[in-house]
């Protein structure tokens, strides 16, 4: 059985492809656009095949003799449900058997504007002729490591959350189990929550960085257009501020706290605490 991971030169899709190395049963075929960044793959036995998610007749080659594939979500907004929805097409063509996509907690009542083209996309997974599987996967701690030099210096760390609380675990984490599903049976048709053991506020996080930094760092609460401001003029696009300021928002309101034990379930496991992702980054 053979397993393909699309954009497997990204974060989370080289995670996974590392996952599967270490796992060792299947061979695995990474997709990309720029092979050039993952010539050190290529080199420790993964077959790499260049595609891209706009690209339908080069997805079909590059899913030749693939049984499973795993369809990392893109990255450019407004363009991602039509891009996964070539992706399945060209699977369906070339005979794949199983295909998981990396999606968002909840994304049947998520609200938030990450959230709409996961909803788009799983909405069209629902009618594929090929089995599916969806990991939604919730919050990475490393979405808060970019900003950890500049709470720590300030004392500061900025958000928009309130008192809500956010289930993170590490990016890693969620590439072993979306590693799982590939190389074990018994995934059809699921749908899984994932989050981390710790269902932390953004108080208890500036605590943690306090404790790993050593230095006193406090929670400031700031409404959400404040927060996209402070956002922007710390160099982030508009749009991905008001993204992130949004999911801040979400968070609030409990929609990235998830305590369906999915992800450990998977891994066998609890999932990485914050204290050792903060404590990586900043080594």
Known sequence: MTVAVTAASGQLGRLVVEALLKDGSQPVVAVVRDPAKVADLSE???????????????????????????????????????????????????????????????????????????????????????????????????NYTGGLAHAIEGGVLYGAAGEGRVSGAARADYAEAAARVLTTDGHEGKVYELGGDETLSYAELARVISEVSGKPVRYQDLPQEDYAAALRAAGLDAGYAAALADADTGIAGGI??????????????????????FRAALS
């Open 256 to 277: 990235l706290a998830v305590d369906s034990g999915d992800l450990q379930r998977l891994l066998g496991r609890p999932s990485t605490p914050v204290a050792e992702v």
């Open 44 to 142: 420790r036995g993964v077959e790499v095949r260049v595609a891209s998610y706009d690209d339908s007749a080069a997805l079909e080659r590059a899913f030749q003799g693939v049984d499973r594939v795993l369809l990392v979500s893109g990255n450019e907004f407004a363009k991602r449900v039509a891009q996964h929805t070539t992706v399945l097409r060209a699977a369906e063509k070339a005979g794949v058997k199983l295909l998981a996509y990396t999606s968002i907690p909840q994304a049947d009542r998520n609200p938030l504007m990450l959230a709409q083209e996961h909803i788009g996309t799983e909405a069209v997974l629902a009618g594929a002729s090929i089995p599916t599987v969806l990991l939604r996967n919730g919050w990475y701690w490393e």
